[in-house]
């Protein structure tokens, strides 16, 4: 009798069974990492509002905000892949897209970037996370 088949759907079952586990994982992952992103930025709205700050420290301020925003958005991918949802589309400008990837890429380092980009660039429909 060939077994190929019932061979192949146990494999198969094997798998779903696996995704399923990584998913509820990183959900559960996403959960936690979440709600630390949310204390950090609770701390700097208090650091903002009860201090006179130069324009030097507003600004990495500002920067460390827009970096949980994006962890953020990799936190909502998370929850996306763990209910086994589709990502999150919208349409955007590859080259904004481009720019902002590659400065928060670099930040901290002394690496410097140029662009030559043409100004005429597609928008682009992507999850931009």
Same mark, same amino acid.
Request: glycine content about 10%; aromatic content about 4%; proline content about 4%.
């Given at each position: 009798m060939d077994i190929t088949e019932?061979?192949?759907?146990?494999?198969?079952l094997l798998k779903a069974r696996k995704l399923e586990s990584v998913g509820i994982l990183a959900g559960g992952i996403a959960h936690d990492f979440n709600n630390l992103l949310m204390v950090i930025l609770g701390n700097i709205s208090l650091i903002k509002s009860f201090s006179s700050l130069s324009d030097f420290i507003s600004q990495r301020l500002q920067e460390v905000e827009k970096a949980i925003q &994006?962890?953020?958005d990799l936190t909502?991918?998370?929850?996306?892949?763990?209910?086994?949802?589709?990502?999150v589309k919208k349409t955007i400008s590859i080259t904004k897209l481009v720019e902002e990837t590659t400065a928060f890429t670099l930040r901290?380092?002394?690496? &410097?970037?140029e662009f030559d980009l043409p100004d005429d660039l597609w928008f682009i429909n992507v999850d931009e996370g």
């Open positions: 019932k061979q192949r759907m146990e494999e198969e &994006r962890a953020q909502q991918q998370l929850l996306t892949f763990s209910k086994g949802g589709a990502p901290g380092s002394n690496v &410097r970037c």
